[in-house]
């Protein structure tokens, strides 16, 4: 049969639609025309389906964003030996506005942003015992999507007001052809946020407690805490990890037994920490974890001893570390295959006994439960109360999380610093690409750029 498809690109919120003929025998689940694909239950589903796939892309959840963050945060803990100019910049805090992963990441992420807003618009024609999971699953994307993009392209929600600040654009609507109307703004940080906790507080009370290796009720309670915490609402950021804990546990998620079954190798399945994870298989997904810290990918990311040296030497992470050709790797993503893991329950933890701590309370366990929780698995003899501090939980989270993608925001959140780069410099912000402005003229630029 012959169909006239539409492939979609995001610019900024708008997008721009290249319409292109081809013979085809099955309807694809990536490039949706919804005039004509979202006129049953089951075409939304697979429409769902495809959004999740958008959301792996290489440039957004397949992990571009998170080896940026790595490297955008790093002072003398990796070295970067790789060849792509655009990370070079990034390692280097000097990125032009024409950096084209700058712009893929931006891209990708409205893209998918898209494609939820399109199963969003459909949600009248699916069964209305399914209709509840869409639309949760839908906003919890969106929202996932909204949160990571403010993170990079605009100010910390702690960097002077953020009902002033420039966020990044909300939409919430399918954008189907270039109009007036389609040209939209940035809205404030605050308001991103606001966005960002109204989707998911929906989808957590949408979502089913078991979704298959789709987003749960777990999942969205999780980045909820994530979210909390960013913004330094730690009451909520304690209530949000601990519901993430309750729910999950009571559903199977657990911490593996030992920490490098968290991380294992030719395993095609989520582990039981998985809250959620992205799904690579030989045929479909990507894991660009692997493709940079690896030695059996690019091996472009090497660890220094100045990480190495964070570590007790009795810290069973320690021997997640591997050398290779004189260089030293981390194992964590040495699979090819290996799912992306987004949330592990091991986050939830941290969050709970750091924002119970800050906020001087003990949400479903004391802070020092939880952090020797994490402790105890990794080899660690277990802290007393006089030991628990904030660095002491901070550090924790940094090493048990280490490479994943948290560095640069833990460090702005703390108002930390990049070696002498402080924690609010704009050279650790994402330009707006230059091709959105173009497109857009109401589109204003980050400062510095």
Known sequence: MRKNLYKITICAGLIVIFSCNKQLNTVPTQSIDAAVSLLTSSDVQVALTGSYADLGNSRFYGGYPFVGDELLA????????????????????KIPVDNSFVFDTWAAGYKAINDVNNVLSALAVVDSSKRARVEGEAKFIRASVLFDLVRLYAKSYNDGDPAANDGVPIVLTPTKSITPASLVKRNKVSEVYAQVLLDLGDAETKLPVKNGFFATKTAASAMLARVYLQKGDYPNAAQAANRAITTGVANGVALTGAYADAFPYGVTSNTSE???????????????????????????????????????PNDDRLNMFYNSGGSIYTGKFDDLYGNVRIIRL????????????????????????????????????????????????????????????????????TQGSVGTVAWNSPSLVYPIPSRDRIVNPNLTQNAGY
């Open 74 to 93: 790093n002072s003398n803990e990796l070295n970067w030996t790789g060849t792509y100019q655009q990370f070079t910049q990034v390692e280097n805090k």
């Open 274 to 312: 998985d809250i959620f994870a992205m799904q690579v298989t030989t045929s479909s997904g990507v894991n660009s974890f692997q493709e940079f810290f690896s030695a059996n990918g690019r091996g472009d990311i090497q660890i220094e001893q100045a990480h190495l040296d964070l570590y007790d």
């Open 346 to 413: 091991a986050e939830m933890y941290l969050t709970r006994a750091e924002a119970n701590f800050r906020a001087g309370t003990s949400v479903g366990a004391t802070p020092l439960s939880d952090i020797n929780k994490i402790r105890a698995r990794v080899d660690l003899d277990p802290l007393t109360t006089p030991d628990l501090d904030l660095a002491a939980i901070l550090k924790e989270r940094k090493l048990e999380l280490a490479f994943e993608g948290f560095a640069l925001h833990d460090i702005k959140r």
